[in-house]
């Protein structure tokens, strides 16, 4: 399908504005400087209830966009490099500049189980916004970089918590498939690459009060990868937490890569449903392993009027107590 996008992307017939508002986000993406800059900015105007003017007045587009406008998680996680490490922290672009906190969750869950971490300074983004909107080129180039990045730390496992990020770096050796000198570079990285609950042991914690979570399957973790029972055997782990099925879970909460951004009358759609299906079994926590199921269904309940918290699986994890 990404490859079909590619040849589409060059065959579309596509306004000068229209190219270079999607070439400059895809960029925006890619570059660290520049995307630390406009998670600022998004960050105020959302601290500065701008986003939700924008929701109530602007065009339906831009109140769509403001909806799903996230507030930054504290500061963005930085960086660190240790030559003693058993696993390396692939930190993403959007996770480490606007969940901060998930990622510092995500190294102090892996440290509670006795990992040693590093997370390669060298790193950008994984590309898979860049392979869904058609841009190829960019997406091989973000490979090339990240592989390179890793390469230091021999061939111990690459963690992600992000899992639209972990199906695309698990698919670097088919991005890079027409690339004799990098294809098989691209493959030997790919068999490294573990979504965080992969590598996360069940740990016997305890909350206060029972609680009511609602684990909203992200599809790039349950269909791209094949991983369901993971993030469940954490979650029943915890002793009170009592894990509440949603009708027709597997379904798409819309959110999508980059699907709610170029076809948001679908994905409000599957958003609403995603939101009935939730309310209906009265959580009091909703838990999702991937960043953007996280703000679509936040901006859902929102919308629905409902307060109940949505939150990264590794941060719930690093202090169930804090929902409870």
């Known amino acids: 399908m990404e490859g079909a996008r590619e040849v589409l992307a060059e065959r579309r017939a596509e306004g000068r504005v229209r190219r270079a508002i999607r070439r400059f986000g895809l960029e925006t993406i890619a570059r660290r400087r520049r995307l630390a800059f406009a998670t600022k900015l998004t960050d105020l105007a959302v601290r500065a209830r701008l986003t939700s003017l924008a929701h109530r007045i602007g065009p339906r587009r831009l109140a769509w966009l403001s909806a799903l406008a996230p507030r930054a998680e504290g500061e963005p996680f930085v960086l660190t490099e240790r030559a003693d490490a058993d696993v390396a922290l ?9 969940f901060g906190e998930t990622e510092r969750a995500t190294v102090r869950v ?4 006795g990992r040693r971490v590093t997370s390669p300074v060298e790193q950008l983004c994984c590309g898979a916004l860049h392979a869904h909107a058609g841009d190829g080129e960019q997406a091989r180039e973000l ?3 990240n592989i390179d990045a890793f390469a230091g730390g021999g061939d111990v496992p690459v963690v992600v918590n992000a899992a639209g990020c972990g199906a695309h770096l698990k698919a670097y050796g088919d991005v890079l498939h027409e690339d004799p000198a990098w294809a098989p570079r691209g493959r030997a990285f790919a068999a490294r690459v573990r979504d965080a609950t992969e590598v996360v042991r069940p740990r ?56 709610n951004l170029t076809q948001p009358a679908i994905s409000q759609e599957l958003q609403r449903q995603k939101i009935h299906a939730i309310l209906a079994v009265r959580p009091d926590v909703v838990v999702s392993a991937n960043p953007g199921c996280i703000l679509q269904v936040a901006a859902g309940l929102r919308e629905a009027g409902s307060r109940v918290p949505v939150v990264h699986l590794m941060r719930f994890l690093d202090a169930p107590e804090a929902f409870a």
């Not at 892996?110 to 189980?113: F, H, I, P, Q, S």
């Not at 973790?221 to 009592?242: D, K, N, S, T, Y």
Request: glycine content about 6%.
């Open 143 to 145: 490979a090339r970089f």
């Open 90 to 98: 692939f930190a993403g672009c959007v996770m480490r500049e606007a």
């Open 204 to 259: 016997p914690d305890r909350v206060s009060r029972p609680l009511r979570v609602v684990y909203q399957d992200a599809c790039h973790l349950a269909h791209g990868q094949r991983i369901r029972a993971e993030p469940r055997a954490l979650l029943r782990a915890i002793e009170g937490v009592m894990l509440a099925e949603i009708a027709d879970a597997e379904r798409c909460c819309g959110s999508a890569g980059i699907y």
């Open 110 to 113: 892996l440290e509670r189980d």
